[in-house]
């Protein structure tokens, strides 16, 4: 029987391309987002950006949605505005962002009155630096001081449309394929850190000349196209209203009166800190990662004239992580055993074909591009899991290890292993059961909260739960850079970074993320909350 169409929202292929006009503005916001990653080592070459200026700037783009709760804001205007109102400011605030942050790094800024300016200002500034909060300091670079300010804007409009999409996403789905449709979403997003790994080194280093103003141009370019996805999908939403004749749906606004009642929850306390130190064990390390790797294995540029050394490897290598990405995700919903098993098979083979490639590139930042494929496989496992068998707390114990395991593992045992291929062989599997670990923990995380909070106060709380998230994702990016410097005094070249340390700091954000696991597990047991049973359970 099929289907009977009365809305936009009634046809599998409007809603359909809704999520993928939203997926897609998410995937560019992604590729920003980490735009500079990749060429740390260029950063400092080209730019004198030390570790501490590098992990300031990156701790910037959530300062302002922390300090000047412009999270909260962003929820209060998309329950007063409605959705496509905030996914195309989202999109514009990204962008101006976006635009200032090039700039800073452009050739236009050296030399300019404005460098002068942000040399000689900006150095002190009154309570924050008191509090130890200040997101500059005297002898930054002024590049980076403009940096952290583009990327403070961009930050607020990325983090206004995570929310918007999710809101976007429940109001064409709702009743459908939502749990598909927030994993698809997911995928493709997270697909963002794979592209910026691969193609920001590939335009700072295209012709031969290092520019990295190429690099985040190519980020402003994508954000361009990001808004773009936003307008058409403000006219599908505003038809779909149109034919429903319904007001913009609306959650319960957050309201002050609630922070005591959420605050006095253990139960919030504790999802809370799981996902502020399990967050914060990722997203920073995602910023260092590629110069960690530099770092720790013996990497031997290709010859110049070498298909390997080539422009268009990079193409090749992206198409086929497409390949990886595309098959292990669709190879989750083919029913017919032979065409799942088909396409994993076709999956796998593109893996090992991708990691083949970037061993023989010698190429650090394509060796970490593998982090998000192996979650976007089991994503869709990991959430029909959860939803028809539970183990929600145990999963999450078993991401925390995964994660503690991962980084001591950076830290003690790729360095041993550093002149020869076992290193890079071991980097992969590293990184890709880090990857897993980035959606074993999220998977069981967030389905988990409305078992633990009040349904009346779970908007308030979630809003909560975000600005704590936002708080470590500020510290870390710029702990990690201080850690970096203290440790490796006098260390001037980029590629031969101790980074012990810092790893071993992150893998102690996942030994306090197991023990509030276990915490919970107790909890759980204890009171009967649920987390251990399905979501789905059979009439």
Not at 66 to 71: K, P, Q, R, Y
Not at 167 to 195: D, H, N, P, Y
Not at 260 to 280: N, P, T
Not at 353 to 359: I, K, P
Request: aromatic share 12%; charged share 15%.
């Amino acid at each position: 029987m099929t289907e009977q169409i009365k809305t936009l929202r009634d046809s599998a292929a409007m809603r359909w391309t809704a999520l993928l006009l939203l997926a897609l503005a998410m995937f560019c916001s992604y590729i920003f987002m980490d735009i500079l990653s990749p060429i740390k080592d260029l950063m400092q070459e080209t730019r004198g950006w030390d570790s501490t200026a590098f992990g300031t700037m990156q701790g910037s783009e959530v300062f302002l949605n922390v300090f000047v709760f412009f999270l909260i804001f962003a929820g209060i205007i998309l329950d007063k505005m409605g959705v496509r109102f905030t996914a195309v400011l989202s999109g514009a605030v990204m962008l101006i962002g976006a635009i200032i942050k090039w700039y800073a790094v452009s050739d236009a800024f050296i030399g300019s009155g404005l460098e002068t300016w942000f040399t000689n200002n900006l150095n002190y500034i009154p309570l924050f630096d008191e509090l130890g909060v200040s997101p500059f300091y005297q002898g930054m670079p002024a590049s980076a001081k403009v940096a952290a300010c583009g990327f403070m804007i961009f930050g607020c409009g990325c983090e206004m449309a995570g929310i918007t999409v999710s809101r976007g996403i429940v109001k064409w789905f709702k009743g459908r394929e939502m749990a598909l449709a927030m994993g698809s979403e997911m995928a493709l997003a997270r697909l963002g850190v794979a592209t910026c790994m691969i193609f920001s080194p590939f335009f700072a280093k295209l012709g031969g000349e290092v520019s990295v103003s190429r690099s985040v141009a190519f980020g402003v370019v994508l954000l361009c196209i990001a808004l773009i996805m936003f307008v058409v999908y403000f006219f599908m939403d505003k038809k779909l209203d149109a034919q429903t004749g319904e007001a913009e749906e609306k959650d319960d606004p957050f309201k002050v009166s609630d922070i005591g009642k959420i605050l006095s929850d253990s139960g919030f306390w504790i999802v809370a800190l799981l996902c502020v130190l399990y967050y914060s064990a990722i997203f920073p390390f995602q910023k260092y990662a590629v110069n960690m790797l530099q770092c720790n294995l013996t990497l031997t540029e290709p010859a110049a004239d070498s298909f390997w050394a080539s422009p268009s490897v990079t193409i090749v290598q992206y198409a086929i992580m497409l390949v990886v990405a595309a098959a292990g995700f669709a190879s989750n919903f083919m029913k017919a055993n032979g065409k799942k098993y088909g396409l994993l098979c076709v999956s796998i083979i593109a893996l090992v074909t991708y990691c083949y490639m970037g061993f023989m590139r010698q190429s650090a930042e394509s060796i970490f591009a593998v982090f998000p494929l192996l979650a976007v496989l089991i994503t869709p496992i990991l959430g029909n899991y959860v939803d028809y068998k539970g183990k929600a707390a145990s999963m999450l114990v078993l991401g925390s290890l995964l994660l503690i395991a991962c980084h001591l593992t950076f830290a003690f045992v790729l360095p041993l292993f550093k002149g020869g291929a076992g290193g890079i062989i071991i980097a992969y599997i590293t990184i890709l059961v880090l990857g897993a670990s980035f959606s074993l923990v999220p998977a069981a995380l967030w389905p988990s909260v409305p078992k633990l909070v009040d349904a009346k106060v779970i908007g308030s709380a979630y809003a909560l739960i975000f600005w704590i998230q936002n708080i470590g994702l500020w510290l870390f990016p710029l702990l990690i850079g201080k850690v970096l410097d203290k440790t490796n005094p006098g260390v001037t070249d980029p590629t031969q970074f101790d980074y012990t340390w810092p790893l071993v700091m992150l893998a102690c954000l996942g030994i306090a993320a197991l023990l509030l696991g276990l915490l919970l597990k107790v909890i759980d047991k204890k009171k009967g909350i649920g987390l251990e049973e399905p979501n789905i359970k059979p009439e």
